[in-house]
T-cell receptor, first 110, second 115 residues
Framework: GIQVEQSPPDLILQEGANSTLRCNFS?????LQWFHQNPWGQLINLFY???GTKQNGRLSATTVATERYSLLYISSSQTTDSGVYFC????????????FGTGTRLLVSP | GAGVSQSPSNKVTEKGKDVELRCDPI?????LYWYRQSLGQGLEFLIY????????KSGLPSDRFSAERTGGSVSTLTIQRTQQEDSAVYLC?????????????FGPGTRLTVT
């Protein structure tokens, strides 16, 4: 089945709005990371968050490992937040690779 | 400090030709990964190197793909007899290897176009 699932697939916001992106992951995945892929294709690390809550400026993330989900919060969105947000986790099978979700495409309009 | 670097940034090649893509990981990172991202898609794992251990090649899509890592640092991904379906962005990442988990850092990618 699907190992890492993200929602919503697409999101359009007005500048200044808040949003929540969700990542559900199967029990074969752990040690979540959140990335922002900017319009130039660069993957930027946002959070490495196996569990708990972290905050960095206008962004924060929470992972509830026992319930197999993670949330990324964006507050007071800016046009520069536009791009694709990916969550990814490591397989528990002993193979050290990240399994990526299909992403949430965010467009913040002025 | 310096991040992961990749070269070339763009590569256009004719079908049937061989290509080599290069990755310089972050200094001190023992683990190195290659991924592929097709247009509008997520990332697909290709291969993983950790120290002197045998690489995990489980994601390589065909025997036309190979990779090596020399001296535990620089890595080269080689695609032989390229096909149009090989067109994608090839991304390299590196990380420390820690028992408690490890964060991967990505390079800017090489955009490969096979005509």
């Amino acid at each position: 089945g699907i190992q890492v699932e993200q929602s919503p697939p697409d999101l359009i916001l007005q500048e200044g709005a808040n949003s929540t992106l969700r990542c559900n992951f199967s029990d074969s995945v752990n040690n979540l990371q959140w990335f922002h892929q900017n319009p130039w294709g660069q993957l930027i690390n946002l959070f490495y968050i196996p569990s708990g809550t972290k905050q960095n400026g206008r962004l924060s993330a929470t992972t509830v490992a026992t319930e197999r989900y993670s949330l990324l919060y964006i507050s007071s969105s800016q046009t520069t937040d536009s791009g694709v947000y990916f969550c990814a986790g490591y397989m528990n099978t002993g193979f050290q690779k990240l399994v990526f979700g299909t992403g949430t495409r965010l467009l913040v309009s002025p | 400090g310096a991040g992961v670097s990749q070269s070339p940034s763009n590569k256009v090649t004719e079908k049937g030709k061989d290509v080599e893509l290069r990755c310089d990981p972050i200094s001190g990172h023992t683990a190195l990964y290659w991924y592929r991202q097709s247009l509008g898609q997520g990332l697909e794992f290709l291969i993983y190197f950790q120290g002197n251990s045998a690489p995990d090649k489980s994601g390589l899509p065909s025997d036309r793909f190979s990779a090596e890592r020399t001296g535990g640092s620089v890595s080269t991904l080689t695609i032989q007899r390229t096909q149009q379906e090989d067109s994608a962005v090839y991304l390299c990442a590196s990380s420390l290897y820690l028992a408690e988990g490890y964060e991967q850092y990505f390079g800017p990618g090489t955009r490969l176009t096979v005509t």
